[in-house]
């Protein structure tokens, strides 16, 4: 059974930057596709970012394309999400999560991490 982590999150200011991680426990999630989500008060899980097995190919939602940016290390079993200039609508709970193939639906994904809150000040 895989286990997701997530560490990081907190405040920060319009403009600011933030980075989550995700590290996995219990298998290896090197063959797999591991992705983000975040989900807001009253609205539907949103995709975020998705990074293949490798690395080497990443998909982004475009409300985020340009400013975040997905990267794992196998090595550590962990998956990033860096975000850079974020605004208020960037505000939501985020998750991560494994899945079988990069994907944009929440659906395809089998194991999910706790969330960790992300709160973007004006």
């Known amino acids: 059974q895989v286990r997701l982590v997530q560490s990081g999150g907190g405040l920060v200011q319009t403009g600011g930057s933030l980075t989550l991680s995700c590290a996995a426990s219990g298998g290896t999630i090197s063959a797999f596709a591991m992705g983000w989500f975040r989900q807001a008060p009253g609205k539907e899980r949103e995709f975020v970012g998705v990074v293949n097995w490798s690395g080497e190919t990443t998909y982004y939602g475009d409300s985020v394309k340009g400013r975040f940016t997905v990267s794992r290390d196998n090595a550590k079993n962990t998956l990033y999400l860096r975000m850079n200039n974020l605004k208020t609508e960037d505000t939501a709970k985020y998750y991560c999560?494994?899945?079988?193939?990069?994907?944009?639906?929440?659906?395809?994904?089998?194991?999910w991490g706790q969330g960790t809150q992300v709160t973007v000040s004006s």
């Open positions: 999560a494994v899945g079988r193939l990069p994907a944009k639906i929440a659906a395809r994904y089998e194991y």
